[in-house]
């Protein structure tokens, strides 16, 4: 029933930047934990961000830490990944997702297992 769709992929070189966005339907945005995943051909999808539903608390791979921030905006019920520094490695399809349950440990956030309705996914591309 619940829909999230990403927006703002596309070619980036490396070193530069770029956005994205997740909108998702429903009133009960503000209550949800959100995730994003990426997946390259070949491997599974893999944990990039993920933050708390007041914004407060946010997590990160090791591999973006730093170069990425997650953030989100309940008024629109939108979550974001502002990627910085962006790096050939970064090449993948970004997914967003949710947690719907009220109650988690912030270990949930890290498995594709913990998240209730997932996004189409965008397309993160990065020249050398």
């Known amino acids: 029933q619940a829909q999230l769709v990403e927006s703002g992929g596309g070619l980036v070189q490396a070193g530069g930047s770029l956005r994205l966005s997740c909108t998702a339907s429903g009133r009960t945005f503000s209550n949800w934990a959100m995730g994003w995943f990426r997946q390259a051909p070949g491997k599974d999808r893999e944990f990039v961000a993920g933050?708390?539903?007041?914004?407060?608390?946010?997590f990160y791979a090791d591999s973006v830490k730093g170069r990425f921030t997650v953030s989100r905006d309940n008024a629109v019920n939108t979550v974001y990944l502002q990627m910085n520094s962006v790096k050939p490695e970064d090449t993948a399809v970004y997914y967003c997702a949710a947690i719907t349950r009220t109650f988690y440990t912030s270990g949930a956030y890290y498995s594709t297992s913990n998240y209730d309705y997932w996004g189409q996914g965008t397309q993160v591309t990065v020249s050398s």
């Open positions: 933050i708390k539903w007041s914004g407060e608390s946010t």
